[in-house]
């Protein structure tokens, strides 16, 4: 994984929200005041750890995520840049983003933000219906989240998105329709999921009382089919799975992730992947303060990937992609050997779903849909 000529990439885990909200899964962490002043010098320690045994790099992303960063004191998110900066060095262009909800307590902030350094938005919009967000169960309305938008447009150089579909009752005619709605504002990032219902959720409870019915197989192909061709008629390449950009303006911290390259991770909950380890901070608050103040960094276990695992998450990352994954690379990260079963492999090509050109492997256009099904089959 460590390439010392790659840049890295930083997230940074701020994990509080003011109040319960559906937004995370972090709602024990809800405060009603927050020691600013300490909170900004562990997150400082917690990344002087990091530089520490990252010497020598330089940052091509940072972001801000987490319950509710888009709450982070702007001085605390400038005092984030500026140690960032002076331990590794900025690369031309940095990318630095903020993860927000499109309330309009948070959109207040923005300017505020943008003023810090923050050059670029990812902003949870999730429907254009209000039925929807309610199912959902978001905390704003359309209305709010579409003002939320139009004041990070004004703050924030860049500006991205996202939207979920096949939802409960959405026929391609409606996704059509918001989905042209939502190209027309103008942003030059997409994403868009498809709702899956994930064990343990609320969804899964109200499937299995049979009150929920999403999409059937053949409704989701045809939705995720005209999402496609909708984007990329727009200018806005399917350059990842889910992920839609104008040319230049992808995601540099998540190809970071999907490229399989270093990045560090600090505060409460962060992971993180350096030099063959995969990283994990304590989660809990009040245990990340305290490791913190035991041995000057909040991690709770960092442990040594095995080869067969590297190259696995490498495969597995590399092929949500368009452009897909070097095998030589994934080769060298598996002790020689990439985990693909070769009978498989010629037989996707062969049916058209994935591309083999010297090391570069690919899955078509054809095979996106079933990705999921292709990577189960391939992975070795």
Same mark, same amino acid.
């Given at each position: 994984?460590?390439?010392?000529? $790659?840049?890295?990439?930083?997230?940074?885990?701020?994990?509080? *929200?003011?109040?319960? *909200?559906?937004?995370?899964?972090?709602?024990?962490?809800?405060?009603?005041? +927050?020691?600013?002043?300490?909170?900004?010098?562990?997150?400082?320690?917690?990344?002087?750890?990091?530089?520490?045994?990252?010497? &020598?790099?330089?940052?091509?992303?940072?972001?801000?995520?987490?319950? @509710?960063?888009?709450?982070?004191?702007?001085? @605390?998110?400038?005092?984030?840049?500026?140690?960032?900066?002076?331990?590794?060095?900025?690369?031309?262009?940095?990318?630095? @983003?903020?993860?927000?909800?499109?309330?309009?307590?948070?959109?207040?902030?923005?300017?505020?933000?943008?003023?810090?350094? +923050?050059? #670029?938005?990812?902003?949870?919009?999730?429907?254009?219906?209000?039925?929807?967000?309610?199912?959902?169960?978001?905390?704003? &309305?359309?209305?709010?989240?579409?003002?939320?938008?139009? %004041?990070?447009?004004?703050?924030?150089?860049?500006?991205?998105?996202?939207?979920?579909? $096949?939802?409960?009752?959405?026929?391609?005619?409606?996704?059509?329709?918001?989905?042209?709605?939502?190209?027309?504002?103008? !942003?030059?990032?997409?994403?868009?999921?498809?709702?899956?219902?994930?064990?343990?959720?609320?969804?899964? !409870?109200?499937?299995?009382?049979?009150?929920?019915?999403?999409?059937?197989?053949?409704?989701?192909?045809?939705?995720?089919?005209? !999402?496609?061709?909708?984007?990329?008629?727009?200018?806005?390449?399917?350059?990842?799975?889910?992920?839609?950009?104008?040319?230049?303006?992808?995601?540099?911290?998540?190809?970071?992730? =999907?490229?399989? #390259?270093?990045?560090?991770?600090?505060?409460?909950?962060?992971?993180?992947?350096?030099?063959?380890?995969?990283?994990?901070?304590?989660?809990?608050?009040?245990? =990340?303060?305290?490791?913190?103040?035991?041995?000057?960094? &909040?991690?709770?276990?960092?442990?040594?990937?095995?080869?067969?695992?590297?190259? %696995?998450?490498?495969?597995?990352?590399?092929?949500?992609?368009?452009?897909?994954?070097?095998?030589?690379?994934?080769?060298?990260?598996?002790?020689?050997? $990439?985990?693909?079963?070769?009978?498989?492999?010629?037989?996707? +090509?062969?049916?058209?779903?994935? /591309?083999?050109?010297?090391?570069?492997?690919?899955? !078509? /256009? @054809?095979?996106?849909?079933?990705?999921?099904?292709?990577?189960? /089959?391939?992975?070795?």
């Amino acid at each position: 994984m460590t390439d010392p000529s $790659a840049p890295l990439a930083l997230y940074v885990h701020w994990p509080f *929200c003011v109040s319960k *909200c559906p937004y995370c899964d972090f709602n024990s962490h809800v405060r009603e005041s +927050v020691d600013q002043a300490r909170w900004r010098d562990a997150l400082l320690a917690d990344l002087a750890h990091e530089a520490a045994v990252l010497p &020598g790099r330089r940052l091509g992303s940072i972001f801000f995520g987490g319950g @509710t960063p888009s709450l982070m004191p702007p001085a @605390t998110v400038a005092a984030i840049l500026d140690a960032a900066e002076r331990a590794w060095g900025f690369e031309d262009g940095l990318e630095i @983003t903020l993860e927000a909800n499109p309330s309009s307590v948070e959109a207040e902030r923005f300017a505020d933000i943008a003023a810090a350094g +923050v050059n #670029r938005v990812s902003l949870g919009l999730q429907a254009l219906d209000d039925e929807a967000l309610r199912f959902l169960g978001r905390a704003h &309305g359309v209305d709010e989240g579409l003002a939320a938008l139009a %004041t990070a447009q004004a703050a924030f150089r860049r500006v991205s998105f996202d939207l979920i579909y $096949a939802r409960p009752g959405q026929s391609v005619d409606t996704w059509e329709a918001e989905l042209r709605r939502a190209i027309g504002f103008g !942003t030059e990032h997409l994403s868009l999921y498809q709702l899956t219902i994930e064990p343990g959720t609320r969804f899964a !409870t109200l499937a299995a009382r049979g009150q929920l019915t999403i999409p059937d197989a053949d409704l989701g192909a045809d939705l995720f089919e005209t !999402t496609r061709a909708i984007t990329a008629a727009a200018g806005l390449r399917a350059y990842e799975i889910s992920n839609h950009a104008r040319p230049g303006a992808e995601s540099r911290h998540n190809l970071t992730y =999907w490229r399989y #390259r270093d990045y560090a991770g600090i505060g409460p909950g962060a992971h993180g992947r350096r030099g063959g380890l995969a990283t994990l901070r304590h989660k809990k608050p009040e245990n =990340w303060l305290a490791a913190l103040d035991r041995n000057g960094h &909040g991690m709770e276990r960092e442990d040594v990937l095995a080869p067969y695992d590297r190259a %696995t998450e490498a495969l597995l990352m590399g092929l949500r992609i368009a452009e897909g994954v070097d095998l030589d690379r994934v080769a060298e990260l598996g002790g020689g050997t $990439a985990p693909v079963d070769g009978a498989a492999l010629d037989r996707l +090509v062969r049916l058209g779903l994935a /591309e083999h050109d010297g090391s570069r492997l690919r899955i !078509t /256009e @054809t095979g996106m849909p079933v990705l999921e099904a292709i990577l189960r /089959e391939l992975v070795a």
